[in-house]
């Protein structure tokens, strides 16, 4: 089931691990691997931007993904969980 957090829509991508796509252009993609302990960064997903470098341009968004993968992270397993 897709979820839409913090301009990012999150889907299961197999077992733990969730794909975060920026909804707006340029649509970069981030693959999460979310449990009940942490959000963690597994692969950053470029995706084409009009000038520069497209990884470059992604890693402007991390911190943003990893916040909107623990916000999610949250909603899964609960306000138990640290933050």
């Known amino acids: 089931m897709m979820t839409k957090i913090d301009g990012f829509t999150i889907e299961p991508h197999g077992g733990s691990c969730f794909l975060l796509q920026w909804i707006n252009a340029p ?5 999460f691997e979310i449990t009940s302990e942490h959000a963690r960064l597994i692969e950053t997903l470029p995706a084409d931007v009009a000038k520069g470098d497209p990884l470059a341009d992604a890693k402007r968004f991390e911190s943003k993904a990893l916040k909107a993968a623990d916000k999610h992270r949250r909603q899964m397993f609960g306000s138990t969980v640290p933050s």
Request: proline fraction near 0%; glycine fraction near 20%; charged fraction near 20%.
């Open 27 to 31: 649509q970069h993609g981030f693959k």
